[in-house]
């Protein structure tokens, strides 16, 4: 977004939230991942995926 920074779940046409700035729509992003225990998505200005983060429904046997 030109104006500011959009927190919006996959699939959705509209963004849940909208940010001035990125480190503030982060912090919301992932307060609401933690809650829905779902993936997190951390977009660039360029709409390339920066960094994932998992906030639930992980294995726990997985190695790495």
Known sequence: ????WANKKGGA???SSLHSTK??????????SKKE??????HG????IQRKDS???????VKG
């Open 1 to 4: 977004r030109s104006d500011g």
């Open 13 to 15: 046409d509209k963004a």
């Open 23 to 32: 480190k503030e729509a982060e912090k919301a992003a992932r307060i609401q």
């Open 37 to 42: 225990g779902s993936e997190l998505d951390i």
């Open 45 to 48: 200005k360029d709409g390339k």
């Open 55 to 61: 906030h639930g429904h992980d294995p726990s046997d």
